[in-house]
Antibody, heavy 123, light 110 residues
Framework: QVQLVESGGGVVQPGTSLTLSCAGSGFTFSSYVMHWVRQAPGKGLEWVAVISYDGSKKYHADSVKGRFTISRDNSKNTLYLQMHSLRGEDTAVFYC????????????????WGQGTTVTVSS | QSALTQPASVSGSPGQSITISCTGTSSDVGGYNYVSWYQQHPGKAPKLMIYDVSNRPSGVSDRFSGSKSGNTASLTISGLQAEDEADYHCSSYTSSSTWVFGGGTKLTVL
């Protein structure tokens, strides 16, 4: 079945780095735009970054620009989020999500989500 | 990239209809027909309920509908059911080629 599985979360100290992974299966990963979205404890969703199907275009939220980088390896059906200079306010559940498409049409919604991986930044 | 504005909470009785608003600017909600809505139960991942303002993915009940007027989008749930109790989040594409979410709305079914 169509599935996204995140990994790589953990407890880290402020100022350190961490890389999250998201493995896709059950669909043609290389045909889809992919997103990272996070949710701090007790808060709403916050969009983090998006990458085009071929990795040629990437956009990041202002709150993470210059610290986080989204990337993908279509040969491994895997999405990544490299995070540097982590801060306490980066503590959150991080989700990867697939942008909806049907045949050759692209739509603006995220139709498949992973279960999330938790990042805790604390000294 | 300011978050879209949603009411913190709404409530309704079974069978009633409720509407959740989502207010942005002309750079996001008002500028594009690219608003989406998500349902999230506690401890679960979000679920896409509406995309491109008013379209439902396959499998989503037709009790859920979306609309937009100017810089404000709305999600309406008719015939409220107990299982509709959840958090609802709106999102929009923006003029910066980024996305933005609202703060989320907690729906309580009385």
């Amino acid at each position: 079945q169509v599935q996204l599985v995140e990994s790589g979360g953990g407890v880290v100290q402020p100022g350190t780095s961490l890389t999250l992974s998201c493995a896709g299966s059950g669909f043609t990963f290389s045909s889809y735009v992919m997103h990272w979205v996070r949710q701090a404890p007790g808060k709403g969703l916050e969009w983090v970054a998006v990458i085009s199907y071929d990795g040629s275009k990437k956009y990041h939220a202002d709150s993470v620009k210059g610290r986080f980088t989204i990337s993908r390896d279509n040969s491994k059906n895997t999405l990544y989020l490299q995070m540097h200079s982590l801060r306490g306010e980066d503590t959150a559940v991080f989700y990867c999500a697939r942008q909806y498409r049907s045949s050759s049409l692209f739509f603006y919604g995220m139709d498949v989500w992973g279960q999330g991986t938790t990042v805790t930044v604390s000294s | 990239q300011s978050a879209l504005t949603q009411p913190a909470s709404v409530s309704g009785s079974p069978g009633q209809s409720i509407t959740i608003s989502c207010t942005g600017t002309s750079s996001d909600v008002g500028g594009y027909n690219y608003v989406s809505w998500y349902q999230q139960h506690p401890g679960k991942a979000p679920k896409l309920m509406i995309y491109d303002v008013s379209n439902r993915p396959s499998g989503v009940s037709d009790r859920f509908s979306g609309s937009k007027s100017g810089n404000t989008a709305s999600l309406t749930i008719s015939g409220l059911q107990a299982e509709d109790e959840a958090d609802y989040h709106c999102s929009s594409y923006t003029s910066s080629s980024t996305w933005v979410f609202g703060g989320g709305t907690k729906l309580t079914v009385l």
